[in-house]
C-alpha cells in the first residue's frame, strides 16, 4: 500500500511539474481515479460514499448551470459552506465557471464578512443554505441543469485570516502556489513513513478543520484528495460525533488545531481524578511503558500502545488512527507526551494565511515530537531568523499578495511573519511567542508572555491568557483566568492557589504582577486562539469584565466552607420551580423534591433533561444517582460539567 501510494504521488508530481502549474492542472490530475473513493459521510445509521467520478460529474453540470447563471465574470463568487461534498463541487465548479471563489470565514461576524465582500464586489454567494451576507444567494442544489458552454478555467483564489483580531485581511492564491505546497510531498513523504500509514488498506482524513481556513484547506483537502484518499465529513462538531466518527468510519488521520487535543485531554484527566489516585498512577505508569516502547521502535511500539492503552484509545478515537497534527497556536507538552503516549502520534506544524503549511515536526518517536518544535522548512521555502528573533518566510508557496483593510499589498520575496522564533541544534524550528505581544518589564528588559504562559497548566480554566495591561504610565505583566460561573467554589480557590504557586517559581524578573478572573470569553467563536489584542479591545470596550483575585478570594471567605456556587444554585432552583410550577421560595437547599413536594416521575425527568440541557451535559443529570435536592443536584453539576 505505502508503495502503491509513493508510485502515485511521484506520478502526479512529475505530472504537475510538466503542466501550467494552474488550478485546471491540479483539477485534472485530482479527478483521474474516478474509482477511488473521495468521500464518506454517515446520517447516524449508514456510511454513504462519493468516488471522485461521481463528484465530477456534478462539479461539471454545476459549472455549467452556474455559467449559464452568472457568465464568467473572472471576478470573485463567495462560497459559503462548512465542509461537505458541496463544497468541493462548489469550489471547483466556480473556478471552472470563469469565477474565482472567496472561501467565506462561516464563523467571522457577519459585519466583517459583509466588508470584505464589498472590499472584493462579490454580487453572488453559494451555499447549500440561505445567507444572511449581502449578496444574491445562489443555492447549489438548483445549479442542476447542464448547459453546454466554451470558457476558461480561472486561477485564482481568496481566502481571509482566522480574524483573532477582527481586523479585515484577504491573502490571494494562485495555482502556481497552490501547486508549490502539493510538490511539498514528496519530500514529506519520504521524511515521515506516518503520513502514508493506512489501516484495514485506506487511508481516511477527518474533514475537522474548515476548508475556509489555510490549515483545513492546504493540509486536509489539497494534500490527501490530490493524492485520491478519502475525506471522512461529520454531521456537526459535537465532541461525541467527532470520537464517534473517528470510531464508525476507521479514521486513519486527523489534523486539528490545539483547541480540540487540549479539549480531550482535560476531558481523560477529570475522568481518571473521578476514578482515584489509584487509577490515575496505573495510567501515568502505561504511558511511561508505551513511551519507551514507542522510542525504540515507533510503528510497532505505536501499535502496542493502542493495545496497551485500550480501555482509553476504544473510548477516545480507535485503534485506526495513525498520524496526527496540531497547529494554528501554542500546544501544551503534556498534551502532546499523552496523545503520543498512548499512540497517536501527534505531529506539531506551523503555517499561516498568508503562507500557507510551510513546516511540520516529522520525526517518529515521542521524545523528539514532545521537545514541542515545528519542524524544519517544506522545500518550497526558506526560513530566516532575523536580529530581533522573528522568522521571516520565502518562498513559492506563499500567497502573492494580500489586502488589508482595503489596501492592495504584493508579497514581494519575502514576509515577516512577526512569530518569535529558535532553530535547535537539529534544525527543527520552536515557536516563542509573537513580537508583537512582548512587554518591557520593571526593569526594562523585554518579556515574552507566551513563554511565562507556557509555565501554566489550569485544567478548571475554561482559557488564559498573559498579557501587559497598561495602567496610567505603564504595561502591567497580568494573567487573566477566563472560568465557568458555575465551577465549585473550592476549585476557584485551588485554582487561584495553583497561579500563586506556579509564578513564584519564574524568575523575579518574569513573574505576573496582576491575576484576574472573568466569566467572559477570551477569543470570538470565529478564533481557533486567544488574540491578546483582541482580549485588550474588550477591556476598553468594557465587554470583558475582570474580578481580581484578591476580591474573588474575600468573596469565597464570605461563603460558608462547603457551600454550593451561589450562582449556580440561583439557576438550578429557577428551573426545577419552572417545572414544577411552584415559587422558588419554596425550595430549600435540602428540600426533597419527590418527597416534600409530590413530584411525580414525568416531572422528575423534565427537571433531569432541562438540566442537562442548560449545563450542556450528556443525557440526563443524575438519574439514578439520588439526586432528590437542589444541593444534590449542583454537586453533581460541578462534579461533570
Known amino acids: 500500500m505505502k508503495k502503491m501510494i509513493r508510485q502515485l504521488v511521484n506520478k502526479n508530481c512529475a505530472d504537475l511539474e510538466q503542466s501550467n502549474k494552474d488550478f485546471e492542472a491540479i483539477y485534472k490530475i485530482m479527478f483521474r481515479l474516478t474509482d477511488n473513493v473521495l468521500a464518506e459521510t454517515n446520517d447516524g445509521y449508514e456510511i454513504q460514499k462519493y468516488t471522485y467520478g461521481d463528484v ?14 452568472i457568465g464568467a465574470t473572472h471576478g470573485y463568487v463567495g462560497l459559503e459552506m462548512e465542509n461537505c461534498v458541496e463544497w ?26 459583509d466588508g470584505i465582500l464589498n472590499t472584493l464586489n462579490i454580487q453572488y454567494v453559494v451555499s447549500n443554505r440561505p445567507t444572511e451576507l449581502n449578496a444574491e444567494y445562489i443555492d447549489i442544489n438548483t445549479l442542476t441543469e447542464a448547459v453546454p458552454f466554451e470558457g476558461e478555467f ?37 521524511e515521515s513513513e506516518g503520513l502514508s500509514a493506512f489501516y484495514h488498506g485506506e487511508i481516511k482524513q477527518l474533514a475537522f478543520l474548515p476548508f475556509y481556513h489555510v490549515f483545513g484547506l492546504f493540509a486536509v483537502y489539497f494534500w490527501y484528495t490530490y493524492f485520491g484518499r478519502i475525506l471522512v465529513f461529520m454531521r456537526d462538531y459535537a465532541p461525541d460525533t467527532i470520537l464517534t466518527t473517528c470510531r464508525k468510519h476507521e479514521v486513519t488521520h486527523i489534523f486539528a488545531v490545539p483547541m480540540l487535543w487540549h479539549t480531550i485531554e482535560k476531558k481523560l484527566l477529570k475522568q481518571l481524578e473521578q476514578k482515584g ?38 473510548q477516545l478515537f480507535g485503534p485506526s488512527v495513525q498520524f496526527c497534527i496540531t497547529g494554528g497556536s501554542y500546544i501544551k507538552t503534556s498534551t502532546l507526551e499523552l496523545f503520543n503516549g498512548i499512540g497517536y502520534p501527534l505531529h506539531n506544524g506551523y503555517g499561516m ?31 530566516e531568523i532575523q536580529q530581533d528573533g522573528t522568522l521571516c518566510i520565502g518562498g513559492d508557496s506563499m500567497c502573492h499578495a494580500r489586502m488589508i483593510d482595503g489596501e492592495y499589498i504584493p508579497t514581494g520575496a519575502r514576509l515577516e511573519t512577526g512569530d518569535v522564533m529558535e532553530c535547535n541544534e537539529s534544525g527543527q524550528y520552536i515557536i516563542q511567542g509573537r513580537m508583537g505581544d512582548v512587554v518591557i518589564g520593571e526593569n526594562g ?3 515574552n508572555p507566551d513563554t511565562i504562559e507556557k509555565q501554566f497548566a489550569l485544567p478548571d480554566a475554561l482559557q488564559y491568557v498573559v498579557l501587559g495591561i497598561p495602567q496610567e504610565s505603564e504595561e502591567v505583566l497580568s494573567m487573566i483566568v477566563a472560568i465557568h460561573p458555575y465551577l465549585a467554589l473550592e476549585r ?20 505576573i504582577r496582576k491575576f484576574y478572573v472573568t466569566y467572559d470569553e477570551l477569543a470570538p467563536k470565529t478564533a481557533i486562539k486567544v488574540g491578546r489584542k483582541y482580549v485588550l479591545r474588550g477591556l476598553e470596550n468594557d465587554t470583558i469584565h475582570l474580578i481580581p483575585f484578591s476580591e474573588l478570594s474575600q468573596q469565597l471567605q464570605e461563603i460558608p466552607k462547603g457551600e454550593v456556587n451561589p450562582q449556580l444554585v440561583a439557576t438550578v432552583r429557577r428551573i426545577v420551580a419552572e417545572v414544577l410550577g411552584i415559587d422558588e421560595t419554596e425550595l430549600g437547599l435540602d428540600t426533597h423534591i419527590i418527597l416534600d413536594l409530590d413530584t411525580d416521575s414525568l416531572q422528575y425527568f423534565e427537571i433531569l433533561s432541562r438540566l442537562a440541557a442548560e449545563f450542556d451535559l450528556q443525557g440526563t443529570v443524575g438519574e439514578n444517582e439520588g439526586t432528590d435536592t437542589i444541593r444534590e443536584f449542583c454537586k453533581y453539576i460541578e462534579e461533570h460539567i
Open 56 to 69: 465530477q460529474k456534478r462539479i461539471e453540470t454545476t459549472s455549467a448551470a452556474l455559467h449559464a447563471r
Open 88 to 113: 468541493i463541487v462548489a469550489f471547483w465548479a466556480i473556478l471552472r465557471s470563469g469565477n474565482k471563489p472567496y472561501l467565506v470565514n462561516c464563523r467571522h461576524p457577519k459585519t466583517l464578512s
Open 154 to 190: 480561472e486561477n485564482e483564489i481568496a481566502l481571509s485570516t482566522s480574524a483573532t483580531t477582527l481586523k479585515e485581511t484577504i491573502c490571494f492564491y494562485t495555482g502556481k502556489e497552490i501547486a508549490a505546497q502539493l510538490l511539498n510531498t514528496k519530500g514529506v513523504l519520504k
Open 277 to 314: 489516585e489509584k487509577t490515575q498512577k496505573k495510567f501515568q505508569k502505561g504511558i511511561r511503558i508505551c513511551t519507551a516502547l514507542q522510542n525504540v521502535c515507533p510503528t510497532l511500539g505505536a501499535k502496542l500502545a493502542k493495545r496497551i492503552m485500550r480501555e482509553v484509545t476504544d
Open 353 to 383: 494565511s498568508e503562507v500557507g503549511i510551510t513546516s511540520a515536526d516529522l520525526r517518529n518517536r515521542p521524545k523528539e515530537l514532545n521537545q514541542n518544535t515545528v519542524g524544519k522548512p517544506f522545500t518550497c521555502v526558506t526560513y
Open 445 to 447: 528588559e523585554n518579556i
Open 492 to 511: 476557584m480557590q485551588q485554582l487561584m492557589e495553583q497561579v500563586y504557586a506556579i509564578n513564584e517559581t519564574l524568575p523575579m524578573t518574569s513573574r
